[in-house]
Every structure is written in C-alpha cells, then in structure tokens.
C-alpha cells in the first residue's frame, strides 16, 4: 500500500469513528449530559431522539430515568433492649436532577456508595432507639406461642407480646431523615422508598 493510500484509509477511519462517536441515540427511560473539557456544553437533555455532538471533543453521559434498585449489605445491629439481630435492608432511588449528579457524584457505582454509608447510618440509628418487638412488629395485634418460637424462638414472650409494633414508623424515620440529607447535599439523587428485606434474631449463647 502506497503512502497516499494509506493516509486516505487512516482518514476514512478516523472520519467513520468520528461520525460513529457524534451519534447519541437516546430511548425513552434516558436523559443525557454533554461536556466539553469538564463543562456542560448545553442544558440535561430529557427528551428520546438522535443528538449529535462534536467527535472526540465533547462527552456523552447517559443515565436512566427510571427507578434503580439499591440493597444493603446483611449487618448486625443492637436494639434498644441489648438483642442483636441481622438486618437487611433495600431501597429504590433515581437521578432527579442529572446536572447535579454529573458534577457531585457522576456514577451508579458511586451513588450506591454515598446511600450506603447513609441508609446503613440512619438504619443503625433508628434501631438502637427502638426493641426488637418493636422492630419487628408491625402493629399491636395478638400474636400467640406458636409464631413467636417459629419466628424469632425469643425468650421473653409474655412482654413481647405486650409490645406494641412500630416497624412502619421506623421506617418511615429512616425514609424522611436520610431523604432529608440528601437533599440537603444536592447530589442529584431522589430517595423513593426504602424497607427491610429480612430481619434476623441473633441468639447469642453465652
């Protein structure tokens, strides 16, 4: 191949991946940031269609509009009545502002990171305030031997079945107070719903 050939095929290829790197195809469940150099060249784009944009000089972030599923690592924690249990939570959460989420976060991996040391904080929390009853029930209703041993196997079941549950107000708790603090550090981040996925009684034998 000649010199003159070769610098043809190179431009032929370089125009092919620039043409390629320009086009930005975003669905519907998309909205898009586009940086020059670190800096936002134009507003979040929100809408599906086909953008183009200056090859090799701006970037293209994609993130998802819709809701992205978040769990919790299984931690031990102590309740307010010295019991210990193992815990694991979940949550579903979105990019409310992708800006915002661009320029203090920027990834998935690193969002789940920031509402992990949060959600597990707020969660540790809450159930050192509260009894593992309290905890674990979710109302007042009657609740005889037969659930209690096959659910927890807990000793104390007469106060036990005395205690009141408070497991949508804890919760609740948790929701308001760490959806309070991230709006308070303007990640970009909207927390949707948070609940517990399983709760352990830890029988500690001593």
Known sequence: MSYKSLMWF??????????????????????????RFGQLTRPPVTEAGLYLTLPFLSKSSVYYKNLIE???PVSEMPTEDD??????????????????????VATIPD?????TDLLDGSL???????TLAELVRSSGRHMDVSEISDILKVPEKKSFFQSKGHQPEI????YRNASTALDSMQLGIQLVDFDLKSVNFIRIIE
């Open 70 to 72: 978040w769990h919790s």
């Open 171 to 174: 919760m609740a708790a948790i």
């Open 10 to 35: 190179l431009i032929i290829v370089l125009v092919v991946i620039g043409a390629w790197k320009s086009v930005t195809i975003l669905n519907e469940d998309q909205q898009m940031i586009v940086t």
């Open 111 to 115: 969002a789940e990171k920031r509402l």
């Open 124 to 130: 540790r929390d809450e159930i050192a305030r509260h």
């Open 83 to 104: 019991k210990f249990i193992a815990i694991e939570s979940f949550a579903y959460w979105k990019i409310s502002d992708p800006k915002l989420f661009y320029e203090r």
